[in-house]
């Protein structure tokens, strides 16, 4: 099946830089990073694309995708060794398992250099439980170990798209 339209597209950049705190990547744009009520049903896929540019110069990150408050996939804490300027793409794939307020879904999804072509895993094994009768709001953010001037993540295009 063709993927449809995205519900969202991200016309802006967003830069995180020097920072411990978890933040968004994801900038402003048309649509909506909002998932309706009864939106998320049994066997509905989610396709999220995120892609921009990243230096690093110390430290880990943690990458985190999350409906609401729920972290659904996610990195392990890991270096992804020094760059400058690197371009990184990050996908995830979602497909809801159960609907309702016990629902539940499982993903999986990656972060790639895709100047060296090394990348991080976010795998997930289990489900996790996710009320699909209330809105959700998709997110994906970041964390870094720690400050440095020198540690900057900017996305410059994401994409949300309902597959199903």
């Keep these: 099946m063709a993927a449809l339209a995205p ?3 991200q016309t802006s950049d967003k830069n995180v830089s020097n920072t411990t ?25 989610i396709r999220f694309e995120l892609d921009g540019f990243f230096s690093r110069q110390n430290g880990n990150i943690t990458l985190r995708f999350k409906l609401g408050t729920t972290v659904i996939v996610a990195t392990a804490s ?3 060794g020094a760059a ?11 497909t809801v398992r159960a609907s309702g307020v016990t629902g539940n879904v499982i993903a999986q999804g990656s972060f790639k250099n895709m100047n060296t ?3 991080l895993e976010m795998v997930s094994i289990t489900t996790e ?14 964390q870094f ?3 440095s001037a020198g540690n900057s993540f900017t996305s410059t295009n994401c994409d949300i798209k309902l597959l199903n």
Excluded at 23 to 43: D, K, M, V
Excluded at 84 to 94: A, C, G, P, Q, R
Excluded at 129 to 142: W, Y
């Design 117 to 119: 072509f090394q990348g």
């Design 21 to 45: 705190v978890e933040t968004s990547l994801i900038g402003t744009g048309i649509g909506r990073t909002l998932l309706l009520p009864n939106e998320l049903y049994y066997g509905r896929r």
């Design 7 to 9: 519900i969202f597209s």
């Design 84 to 94: 400058s300027n690197n371009s990184f793409k990050i996908e995830v794939t979602m």
């Design 129 to 142: 439980n996710i009320d699909t009768t209330i809105s959700q709001n998709i997110d994906l953010t970041l």
């Design 78 to 80: 890991s270096t992804s």
């Design 145 to 147: 170990s720690r400050n």
